[in-house]
């Protein structure tokens, strides 16, 4: 058992809940952490079913979706501690969205989402938490799903690329044909060659065969 009170408090949706309602917990739940190597097997697939609350305590994972057309995959990094597709647990489908890896060696807490509801669910300072945790990544989302109010090329390519890196952090990576990104954001696809090309030579991205990596996606939405 884990034995950390203060490894505990630093966990998304566990700050602020107090020391004797841990200790309880971690007696019912059996609070192990997992220690796993970096591996390129994948620890979650996407599309798997969301049947336990994770943490990632230490670390870091490669996460990869696929978009359902099949025709980009989009790539980024999540760093512990963080709760992995909080948003999941419920709802109409609760399926993980993404694939993840374990990119270093890391540490990982589950657990189930029976336990969650017979335990956790009894605190009033874990339902806000939570509570706050989903109303910010349905308000994250639709803030996203606006429209862009740049009619600029440049502008909608951006708009595209915080949709679908929300939440994402530092460098990231889009496997896409420069056709199809052109067709999702209604441009040619040489208009999208020179943007690309334009943000190579400005140091923002390293631009590859059919895929492109952004070096830090949060800086170049805001340029």
């Not at 890391?106 to 969650?116: D, E, M, N, P, V």
Request: hydrophobic letters at 40%.
């Amino acid at each position: 058992m884990i034995n950390d009170y203060a490894l505990l408090t630093r966990l998304p949706l566990l700050q602020g809940i107090s020391s004797t309602d841990l200790l309880n917990w971690e007696d019912a739940l059996r609070l192990d952490i997992d220690e796993l190597p970096a591996s390129k097997l994948p620890l979650i697939r996407q599309g798997d079913n969301c049947t336990q609350l994770l943490y990632l305590v230490e670390g870091e994972l490669l996460r990869e979706y696929r978009s359902e057309d099949g025709n980009y995959v989009m790539r980024s990094y999540l760093k512990g501690p963080s709760v992995i597709e909080v948003d999941r647990l419920f709802g109409l489908y609760p399926t993980y969205e993404n694939t993840y890896y374990a990119k270093t060696d890391i540490k990982f807490l589950s657990i189930r989402k029976t336990l969650l509801n017979s335990h956790m669910m009894k605190s009033e300072v874990f339902r806000l938490n939570l509570l706050n945790a989903l109303s910010a990544c349905a308000q994250k989302r639709a803030i996203a799903l606006f429209p862009s109010q740049s009619g600029t090329a440049e502008e909608r390519l951006k708009h595209f690329l915080g949709i679908i890196f929300l939440d994402c952090e530092g460098e990231v990576e889009l496997i896409i044909q420069m056709k199809d990104l052109a067709r999702y954001i209604d441009e040619t696809r040489l208009t999208i060659s020179h943007l690309l090309n334009k943000w190579e030579r400005e140091g923002s991205i390293h631009l590859g065969r059919g895929h492109f990596i952004i070096h830090n996606i949060q800086t170049l939405l805001k340029k």
